[in-house]
C-alpha cells in the first residue's frame, strides 16, 4: 500500500458506545474493544480509528473529513434514522456531497462519486 496515506482516526464521543452504535448503523464500521479498553472501529477498507472522550467535537470550521459512501441519499436517512443531523443538504455538481452530524456533535461529510 502506498505511503503516507490517512490510516487512522480518532473521533471525540461522549459516550463512546453510542458513538460506536452510529457509526456502525449508518456506514457498516465494524465496533471493538482494544487491549486498553478503548472502542475502535475499523470501517472495512484501510480506515481505523477509536472514539475518544474529554475532547470537544470537530465542529464545521475544522478539517473536515469526508466518508465515501455507494449512496448518498439512502446515507442520509440512515444518518436521520441513526440520531444524526443533516448540517448541509445533499449537493450535486461533479460529485454529491452533504455535510452532517453526529451525536455528539462532529460533523463530516459523505461523499459520492459521480456515475
Request: charged share 25%; net charge negative.
Amino acid at each position: 500500500m502506498p505511503t503516507p496515506r490517512v490510516c487512522y482516526l480518532q473521533i471525540p464521543a461522549e459516550d463512546s458506545r453510542v458513538s460506536a452504535d452510529f457509526y456502525a448503523t449508518v456506514f457498516d464500521w465494524r465496533i471493538r474493544e482494544r487491549g486498553d479498553g478503548a472502542v475502535a472501529f475499523d470501517d472495512g477498507g484501510e480506515v481505523s480509528g477509536a472514539f475518544v472522550t474529554g475532547r470537544s467535537p470537530q465542529d464545521e470550521d475544522g478539517i473536515r473529513i469526508y466518508i465515501m459512501v455507494d449512496d448518498a441519499v439512502a446515507t442520509v436517512t440512515r444518518i436521520v434514522d441513526a440520531g444524526g443531523v443533516i448540517v448541509a443538504p445533499l449537493g450535486h455538481s461533479t460529485e454529491t456531497i452533504a455535510l452532517f452530524g453526529d451525536p455528539f456533535g462532529n460533523v463530516l461529510g459523505i461523499y459520492q462519486e459521480p456515475a
